[in-house]
């Protein structure tokens, strides 16, 4: 089981990113797929994740309007479109897959396997 997250760099506020997660050893079709962050000096928390039972998503609340969660299952690899970047958006962000994740009404529930975690991808949004 590997995730491979990439896409990240250094982009300038008002900029766009695309990250990417392949997958490989394991059926993404039956993964909940999530995108989460951590800052530094601060908690991971969820940015946005699509439940594999129903294709309901969550989104924080500070990225809405602005990223976009999508999966191919056919390519094995689930992605987020990030425009509008701001500096609060500078993070560490990883891809997570689960069998049994939920996107809640308030955050991602259920992404608890590590071993579905993928390493992260370092997004720096500066002037």
């Known amino acids: 089981v590997q995730l491979q997250a990439s896409g990240g760099g250094l982009v300038q506020p008002g900029g766009s990113l695309r990250l990417s997660c392949a997958a490989s050893g394991f059926t993404l079709d039956d993964h909940a797929i999530g995108w989460f962050r951590q800052a530094l000096g601060k908690e991971r928390e969820a940015v946005s994740c699509i439940s594999n039972t129903d294709d309901s998503t969550y989104y924080a609340d500070f990225v809405k309007g602005r990223f976009t969660i999508s999966r191919d299952n056919a390519r094995k690899t689930m992605y987020l479109q990030m425009n509008s970047l701001k500096p609060e958006d500078t993070a560490t962000y990883y891809c997570?897959?689960?069998?049994?994740?939920?996107?809640?009404?308030?955050?991602?529930?259920?992404?608890?396997?590590?071993?579905?975690w993928g390493k992260g991808t370092q997004v720096t949004v500066s002037s």
């Open positions: 997570a897959t689960d069998p049994h994740g939920v996107a809640g009404r308030f955050d991602c529930y259920g992404f608890d396997d590590k071993d579905y």
